[in-house]
């Protein structure tokens, strides 16, 4: 074997970690970089695919580099200022911007603390879920990254320690992930207006009625081991704050009120304040293909 087929053979494997891990956070930093120089509008999901190797070979066509879609340090330096900075290699806090900051990005929102935009640009939205995921990871609440963070975001997200029914007979579509350069923290159910929404276990009204930010008529439940389940878009609310409710009582009808496309109930399950994966409360639950998104404003 020749020493220079060796070499990039090996460089190959160096940049191919990603195929391992389908949410790779320096595959979401990638992402980030190549949409801000314009090279890519597909989801910021740390899946490394072909639209996103098609996408750094574009890049690497137009900055005069060997177009071979790996990421090199060449390639690195040349997607600029949200190419640099290593993950790991500085405290990341408010107005921090760069590779470093955007994979931060995206790991709190899978840890259930999602920002808005997914951005590499960490201002105080992003800080301020930063200081939440410590408080729940029972780190010290500083408002900055260090070592201990990181370990902490790297690790599996949590599940729901409680089973829940499914609070449609309708197979979900949209789930729990990224969605463009944001962060879906729910599940959807494309039910008719004016399905039933029922409870999922017996539990307690924590909320009910409007909500700011989108969601329209929400139902909260409090199901007890620190979950909360929020029923969004209601059309219709059929319980009080404080309200008891036995599994399979009826919390409200599905609706499209706040920021909502078409009628679907938007849940989302809470853990100690914590987005979890609904679908870790319904292992029997299966989804369907996703439709397009449901909701105008995602948070
Ligand atoms: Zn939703």
């Given at each position: 074997?020749?020493?220079?087929?060796?070499?990039?053979?090996?460089?190959?494997?160096?940049?191919?970690?990603?195929?391992?891990?389908?949410?790779?956070?320096?595959?979401?930093?990638?992402?980030?970089?190549?949409?801000?120089?314009?090279?890519?509008?597909g989801a910021v999901n740390?899946e490394?695919?072909?639209?996103?190797?098609?996408?750094?070979?574009?890049?690497?066509?137009?900055?005069?580099?060997?177009?071979?879609?790996?990421?090199?340090?060449?390639?690195?330096?040349?997607?600029?200022?949200?190419?640099?900075?290593?993950?790991?290699?500085?405290?990341?806090?408010?107005?921090?911007?760069?590779?470093?900051?955007?994979?931060?990005?995206?790991?709190?929102a899978w840890?259930?603390?999602p920002?808005?935009?997914?951005?590499?640009?960490?201002?105080?939205?992003?800080?301020?879920?930063?200081?939440?995921?410590?408080?729940?990871?029972?780190?010290?609440?500083?408002?900055?990254?260090?070592?201990?963070?990181?370990?902490?975001?790297?690790?599996?997200?949590?599940?729901?320690?409680?089973?829940?029914?499914a609070p449609v007979?309708v197979a979900p579509t949209d789930r729990f992930g990224p969605r463009g350069d944001r962060f879906h923290a729910g599940l959807d159910f494309p039910a008719a207006?004016?399905t039933?929404?029922?409870?999922?276990?017996?539990?307690?009204?924590?909320?009910?009625?409007?909500?700011?930010?989108g969601w329209g008529?929400?139902?909260?439940?409090?199901?007890?081991?620190?979950?909360?389940?929020m029923h969004a878009h209601?059309?219709?609310?059929?319980?009080?704050?404080?309200?008891?409710?036995?599994?399979?009582?009826?919390?409200?009808?599905v609706?499209a009120?706040g920021h909502a496309t078409g009628p679907h109930l938007h849940l989302e399950l809470?853990?100690?304040?914590?987005a979890i994966d609904p679908l870790t409360?319904f292992?029997?639950t299966r989804t369907r293909p996703a439709d397009p998104p449901l909701e105008i404003k995602p948070r």
């Amino acid at each position: 074997m020749r020493p220079v087929i060796f070499l990039s053979l090996l460089a190959a494997l160096l940049v191919l970690p990603a195929a391992a891990d389908a949410r790779d956070p320096n595959v979401a930093a990638l992402q980030v970089a190549l949409r801000a120089r314009g090279f890519y509008a597909g989801a910021v999901n740390g899946e490394r695919g072909p639209s996103t190797t098609e996408a750094v070979r574009a890049f690497q066509r137009r900055a005069g580099l060997t177009a071979d879609g790996s990421l090199g340090a060449r390639t690195r330096v040349a997607l600029g200022a949200f190419g640099r900075h290593a993950l790991g290699s500085r405290p990341i806090t408010t107005g921090v911007s760069g590779w470093d900051a955007a994979a931060v990005q995206f790991m709190l929102a899978w840890q259930g603390f999602p920002s808005g935009a997914i951005d590499g640009q960490f201002g105080e939205r992003s800080t301020a879920a930063l200081r939440q995921f410590q408080r729940w990871a029972r780190l010290p609440v500083t408002g900055v990254t260090d070592a201990a963070v990181l370990k902490a975001l790297r690790a599996q997200p949590a599940r729901s320690p409680v089973r829940l029914a499914a609070p449609v007979a309708v197979a979900p579509t949209d789930r729990f992930g990224p969605r463009g350069d944001r962060f879906h923290a729910g599940l959807d159910f494309p039910a008719a207006r004016g399905t039933r929404v029922t409870a999922g276990a017996s539990g307690r009204v924590t909320h009910a009625g409007p909500l700011a930010g989108g969601w329209g008529n929400v139902v909260t439940v409090d199901y007890g081991s620190g979950v909360e389940a929020m029923h969004a878009h209601l059309s219709r609310v059929d319980v009080r704050v404080g309200q008891r409710v036995a599994v399979g009582a009826s919390l409200g009808a599905v609706g499209a009120t706040g920021h909502a496309t078409g009628p679907h109930l938007h849940l989302e399950l809470r853990l100690r304040g914590a987005a979890i994966d609904p679908l870790t409360a319904f292992p029997q639950t299966r989804t369907r293909p996703a439709d397009p998104p449901l909701e105008i404003k995602p948070r």
